[in-house]
C-alpha cells in the first residue's frame, strides 16, 4: 500500500519561502516518478512540477523559477522548495504518484493514481 504523507506547509509573507516534503512508503520509491500539484479554493486541482525517477523536471509555468521539485531516494522524501511566494500560490499542495512507471511526465491529476493528504500554504499580501 503506497502511502504519501505531506508536511512543511504554513503562513507566510509574499516574497518569502517555505520547503514541502513528502515521505512516501509502501515501495521503491526510486523506481517512480512523483508530482506536486495544488488546489485553491474554488478552483480545480492543478500541476505544479513533476519529477522522474532520473530527476528530469518538469514545471508548471506560473512557478518556474521559483519552485524547484528534488527527490532523496535514500529518505523516500520528495520536495518542493518554494521561494519568491506570491499570494496565488495560496492552495492546499499535494504530492502524488503514478501507479507504474511512465515513459513520459504527467502533467494532469488523472495521470497520478496515489496522494497524499495534503498541507495548506497560505501566502499573506
Known amino acids: 500500500q503506497v502511502q504519501l504523507v505531506e508536511s512543511g506547509g504554513g503562513l507566510v509573507q509574499a516574497g518569502g519561502s517555505l520547503r514541502l516534503s513528502c515521505a512516501a512508503s509502501?515501495?521503491?520509491?526510486?523506481?517512480?516518478?512523483m508530482g506536486w500539484f495544488r488546489q485553491a479554493p474554488g478552483k480545480e486541482r492543478e500541476f505544479v512540477a513533476a519529477i522522474s525517477q532520473s530527476s528530469y523536471t518538469s514545471y508548471a509555468y506560473s512557478v518556474k523559477d521559483r519552485f524547484t521539485i528534488s527527490r532523496d531516494n535514500a529518505k523516500n522524501t520528495l520536495y518542493l522548495q518554494m521561494n519568491s511566494l506570491k499570494p496565488e500560490d495560496t492552495a492546499v499542495y499535494y504530492c502524488?504518484?503514478?501507479?507504474?512507471?511512465?515513459?513520459?511526465?504527467?502533467?494532469?491529476?488523472?495521470?497520478?493514481?496515489?496522494w497524499g493528504q495534503g498541507t495548506q500554504v497560505t501566502v499573506s499580501s
Open positions: 502524488a504518484a503514478p501507479r507504474g512507471t511512465i515513459p513520459v511526465l504527467r502533467t494532469t491529476p488523472s495521470g497520478y493514481d496515489y
Open positions: 509502501g515501495r521503491t520509491f526510486s523506481s517512480y516518478a
